[in-house]
């Protein structure tokens, strides 16, 4: 699966008519999820855009993060890096909004429901504000991931971007037990340059 995945990847950015007459952007995302010294996370994610008509980009994707978590109460230390790679495509209007998809393939540190399959899809779906300032363009977006949403959570492993997520849903009874759950709603903040 995942080599079908990388040469799928392959052929799209070898295309002759991929390279033609388009303009090129290289995109950075910062990821900072939480951190402090007793644990985070940080990475991000370099993109790399083929943009049709200064509306449509499109290209590949490569992602590193580091977790780290330094439990003093239990004296527990741990560390593990997430990586893989993947597509986007983004639909940029009225010059200032996109929507967009992000499909990823990630290297998943945490396969804990099963150990055997330590890769995991996921497939963003969201949108937000993209500006040019000057020769800059700058993406806030908040994506849903689709395919974690629909994912079993008895049988695979749950995203390895589960720790970014941003919302709880609240239990409406606190008694019960369980406080609730995190919907699969990340933000993303990306900075685009032209080059070429």
Request: glycine fraction near 10%.
């Amino acid at each position: 699966m995942i080599r079908i995945f990388f040469t799928i990847i392959s052929l799209t950015l070898l295309s002759s008519t991929v390279w033609s007459q388009r303009d090129y952007e290289i995109g950075f995302e910062i990821t900072a999820a939480s951190g402090s010294n007793l644990g985070g996370t940080v990475g991000g994610s370099v993109k790399f855009a083929l943009v049709d008509d200064e509306e449509w980009a499109y290209g590949p994707s490569i992602r590193y993060q580091y977790f780290w978590s330094n439990n003093s109460f239990t004296g527990i230390n741990n560390n593990a890096s997430l990586y893989g790679g993947g597509v986007f495509v983004h639909y940029r209007f009225l010059d200032w909004f996109f929507l967009g998809t992000e499909i990823e393939l990630l290297r998943n540190p945490f396969p804990v429901i099963d150990p055997s399959k330590p890769w995991a899809l996921t497939g963003f779906l969201g949108g937000g504000i993209s500006r040019e300032y000057g020769n800059i363009r700058l993406n806030l977006g908040i994506l849903y991931d689709v395919v974690d949403a629909l994912r079993d959570p008895l049988e695979s492993n749950p995203s390895p971007l589960r720790n970014s997520y941003m919302i709880r849903r609240q239990n409406p009874n606190p008694n019960a037990g369980v406080q609730g759950e995190l919907l699969p709603i990340i933000y993303r903040v990306a900075v685009f340059i032209p080059i070429g």
